[in-house]
Structures are given as structure tokens and as C-alpha cells.
């Protein structure tokens, strides 16, 4: 069961990932509603995958990276753990000035308003780390994968 657990993780992360570049596309060519859906989904998939992530760790289900270059393994391993602990609080305080900045404005015609531009440069401010944290993070993981799905032995549960 965490082996299906895990793969689905695998699928969600990888389809939010797809949603967060098709959402900075659209936000970019100026179709600021497909922007706002793309990225509601972009994070629920990331929020599913969470859950599923620490339900696998939960059932106890790990790989123990037994393949080549362990240190360069490693230190994508640690890169990724970091980034991935920074993108959630990077996550939401984006969201979070979106949803302020669209409440503020009423509707995303509206978002030049006063009331509600202060809360729209503060979310551009947090998604310009966000993004590019998300990307690598995102990359990172499905690299990680691979390499555990390859070079990976089951050190316990599954």
C-alpha cells in the first residue's frame, strides 16, 4: 500500500509542478483568471502530495539511496530537504497576499485598486522566491525519485 501510496505522490507533485509553469505562463501573457485557477491547482496537487508524502513516512515506507556518487546524491538530497522546508511558508505567504489583494479588489478586474495593490506587490515580492523554490524543489524530487527507484532498497515497512 505505500508503494501505491508513494507513486501517487509521485503523479501529484509532478502535475503540480506542470500547473505552477502553465500558471506563471498565463500570468505572463496577462490571463490573470486561467493564472489564479492553475495556481489554486498547482497547490492543491502540492497539498495532496504533502499528505501523501507523510503518509507513506507514516506507514513507514523508506529507500536507502544504495548507488553510485553518494555524496552528489546526498547533496541534492539536502538541498532538496532544505528548499522543500522554506517553499511551504513561501507557499503561503503568496497565497495569502493573492487571496488578501482579490478580496480586497473584489475581482480580479479590480486588482489595481489601492486597497488592493499593496496586497498584489507583496504576492509578486513572495513569488519571486517562490517560484524558482517550487521549480527546484519539484525537479529535485522527481530526480530523487528516479535515482531511489533505481538505486533504492526498502529499509523497512512497505
Given at each position: 500500500m505505500?508503494?501505491?501510496?508513494?507513486?501517487?505522490?509521485v503523479?501529484?507533485?509532478?502535475l503540480?509542478g506542470?500547473?505552477?509553469?502553465?500558471?506563471?505562463y498565463?500570468?505572463?501573457?496577462g490571463?490573470?483568471?486561467?493564472?489564479?485557477?492553475?495556481?489554486?491547482?498547482?497547490?492543491?496537487?502540492?497539498?495532496?502530495?504533502?499528505?501523501l508524502?507523510?503518509?507513506?513516512l507514516?506507514?513507514?515506507?523508506?529507500?536507502?539511496?544504495?548507488?553510485?556518487?553518494?555524496?552528489?546524491?546526498?547533496?541534492?538530497?539536502?538541498?532538496?530537504?532544505?528548499?522543500?522546508?522554506?517553499n511551504?511558508?513561501l507557499?503561503?505567504?503568496?497565497?495569502?497576499?493573492?487571496?488578501?489583494?482579490?478580496?480586497?479588489?473584489?475581482?480580479l478586474?479590480?486588482?489595481?485598486?489601492?486597497?488592493?495593490?499593496t496586497?498584489f506587490r507583496?504576492?509578486?515580492?513572495?513569488?519571486?522566491?517562490?517560484v524558482p523554490?517550487?521549480?527546484?524543489?519539484?525537479?529535485?524530487?522527481?530526480?530523487i525519485?528516479?535515482?531511489?527507484?533505481?538505486?533504492?532498497?526498502?529499509?523497512?515497512?512497505g
Amino acid at each position: 500500500m505505500a508503494e501505491t501510496i508513494n507513486q501517487w505522490a509521485v503523479i501529484t507533485i509532478v502535475l503540480s509542478g506542470i500547473a505552477l509553469v502553465i500558471g506563471v505562463y498565463f500570468i505572463r501573457t496577462g490571463n490573470r483568471e486561467a493564472h489564479m485557477r492553475a495556481m489554486i491547482t498547482a497547490s492543491t496537487l502540492a497539498t495532496i502530495f504533502l499528505v501523501l508524502y507523510l503518509t507513506r513516512l507514516g506507514l513507514g515506507y523508506e529507500k536507502k539511496y544504495i548507488g553510485p556518487y553518494r555524496g552528489a546524491y546526498f547533496a541534492l538530497l539536502i538541498s532538496h530537504i532544505i528548499l522543500a522546508a522554506a517553499n511551504l511558508p513561501l507557499a503561503l505567504g503568496a497565497l495569502w497576499n493573492a487571496w488578501k489583494g482579490l478580496k480586497a479588489a473584489g475581482n480580479l478586474g479590480n486588482i489595481s485598486a489601492p486597497v488592493a495593490a499593496t496586497y498584489f506587490r507583496r504576492h509578486r515580492a513572495w513569488v519571486r522566491w517562490t517560484v524558482p523554490v517550487w521549480l527546484y524543489v519539484a525537479v529535485t524530487g522527481w530526480i530523487i525519485y528516479l535515482l531511489l527507484r533505481s538505486y533504492g532498497e526498502v529499509i523497512k515497512g512497505g
